[in-house]
């Protein structure tokens, strides 16, 4: 009997198995890719009164447009393959149409996929311009819709169907998002991101504000996948703007998005514990260098200033707003520390940099960190090959082996528990095969491979007019590190650098012994 019971009980769970399997399976199929039901969601906004125009997510090269005189500088953007893509309603061969406008009954609607399996993903707007300014902001309108908050299927974020409505009008939302309702689409993949008219004012020429919307991936798992994404965008998302007819305009009328709720930086939860033995990653890299002149560059949050003397700094947007100074498209999914003074690392010369610190990932405080190599006090530039993420701070060794590098060299056993949380490398023009060790580079590849030759720009002298001043020169660049810390799991936004400690650098060299 026992033994009966035993074999219907398997034949029962194997059956009720098959099914979930299928009935998952079903769904996967009905489901289908997002793109599927476009043309029934625009139908279905079309009886409701809008009208939707089509526009374009394509991948924006800053580095390279910036070499080549398309814009006035990178917003400290880094080449290929840091990515970023833009939509845009404009020339598709023209940098610029990644700027639009948004009338107050209006919305701008993506639905595609979401990335294949990255550290980081996000989506988010920013103020470009206020009605009647030309000064560029670069404000995010809020917090962005990021890896963390995105609302879409599955037990994980990567390959799934999203919408995505961007809107200053909440009577807007509503029925965009009945229409999408209406196509197939299940509320659990629809996001929205506010628009409120406090921030940014509405409307179309002169009496409207200026933005862009930009979606960021960052340390992807599969370099091909990412690379198809992104150079096959139509294949992932559809674009459109939706324009209500004018007896809708009226009905919609008066029902602006308030300002949203930010999320909270921080959890009480610091680093200073690890300061002691930072300290001691310090004394042991002087130490190493003993013989050698240098000087230890500051840390603080990245400012700068443009050459018409504005004020640039990424952090606290609202307040940037306030202030009428540029936030240079900095979201708050991050902070952004900088060195101070700017160096230089020439041929022929005897220099470099140990950047070190904590691994802000291995301590839980953030998704990912990195740091970035920068070039050109007026363009801002990331250098090609000029970043290390978290993940890749220790190769294939063991956490805290680029800091064992220092503390312990003899013996890795003889280094404390903490430097599992630390990290160190050199940065310099020649690398020569030593481990940890990021070699600066003054070529360029766009995505496609090709080489290009990056040149600087005067855009202030005459606006409107980029004057040639000529070929990049690495031996004459002022360079600065950026690091930058995403997404604290625990709060689904940048962390609070009060709760961290900075990362440093120490630039060892003749530079600033013969200035």
Request: hydrophobic share 35%.
């Amino acid at each position: 009997m026992k033994g009966k019971m035993l074999k219907r009980s398997v034949l029962v769970f194997l059956g009720v198995s098959v099914i979930v399997v299928l009935a998952l399976i079903g769904t996967a199929n009905a489901q289908g890719s997002a793109l599927d039901k476009v043309d029934a969601f625009k139908n279905a906004l079309t009886k409701a009164g809008f009208t939707p125009t089509e526009g374009r997510l394509r991948y924006q090269d800053f580095v390279k447009d910036s070499c080549q005189g398309k814009i006035p500088d990178t917003l400290a953007n880094n080449p290929w393959p840091n990515t970023y893509m833009v939509i845009g309603f404009g020339s598709a061969e023209q940098p610029q149409d990644m700027f639009w406008q948004l009338g107050e009954n209006e919305a701008v609607v993506l639905v595609g996929q979401t990335p294949p399996s990255a550290k980081f993903f996000s989506y988010q707007t920013f103020l470009i311009k206020l009605p009647g300014s030309t000064d560029r902001l670069g404000i995010p309108v809020g917090d962005s819709i990021n890896i963390g908050t995105i609302r879409t299927t599955g037990p994980d974020k990567f390959n799934k169907p999203v919408v995505i409505i961007v809107t200053g009008n909440t009577e807007t939302e509503n029925r965009v998002r009945a229409a999408a309702l209406k196509a197939g689409y299940p509320n659990a993949i629809i996001n929205v991101e506010a628009i409120s008219p406090a921030i940014g004012p509405l409307g179309k020429g002169n009496q409207g504000s200026v933005f862009a919307l930009g979606h960021r991936i960052a340390v992807a798992d599969n370099q091909a996948e990412l690379l198809d994404y992104v150079q096959n965008p139509a294949a992932y998302y559809a674009v459109f703007r939706v324009t209500p007819n004018d007896q809708l305009d009226k009905q919609l009328a008066g029902h602006p998005e308030p300002v949203p709720v930010q999320r909270v930086r921080g959890t009480g939860q610091t680093e200073m514990a690890l300061y002691p033995s930072l300290k001691e990653l310090r004394q042991a890299i002087l130490d190493t260098y003993a013989g050698m002149p240098g000087m230890e560059l500051d840390t603080k949050i990245w400012t700068a200033r443009t050459p018409d003397n504005r004020e640039a700094t990424i952090e606290k947007p609202y307040v940037g707003l306030q202030r009428g100074i540029q936030v240079l498209g900095a979201s708050r999914d991050s902070n952004y520390l900088a060195t101070y003074p700017y160096f230089r690392l020439r041929d022929g010369e005897d220099e470099f940099v140990i950047v070190y610190g904590v691994n802000h990932q291995t301590t839980g405080k953030v998704t990912y960190t990195s740091f970035s190599i920068y070039a050109d006090k007026n363009q801002w530039f990331g250098l090609q090959d000029g970043t290390t993420t978290s993940p890749h701070y220790d190769g294939s060794g063991l956490p805290g082996d680029s800091a064992r590098k220092y503390l312990c060299p003899d013996d890795p056993n003889k280094c404390g528990p903490d430097v599992q949380y630390l990290y160190a490398w050199k940065v310099a023009r020649r690398c020569n095969g030593e481990p940890y060790c990021m070699e600066v580079r003054d070529e360029f590849t766009d995505i496609d491979g090709n080489a290009y030759t990056c040149n600087l720009y005067d855009y202030y002298t005459n606006p409107g007019i980029p004057t040639l001043l000529g070929p990049f020169d690495m031996n004459n660049a002022d360079l600065f590190f950026l690091w930058r810390s995403y997404m604290e799991p625990a709060t689904n936004i940048g962390p609070d650098d009060s709760e961290l400690l900075y990362d440093r650098a120490i630039y060892f060299g003749p530079y600033f012994t013969k200035r």
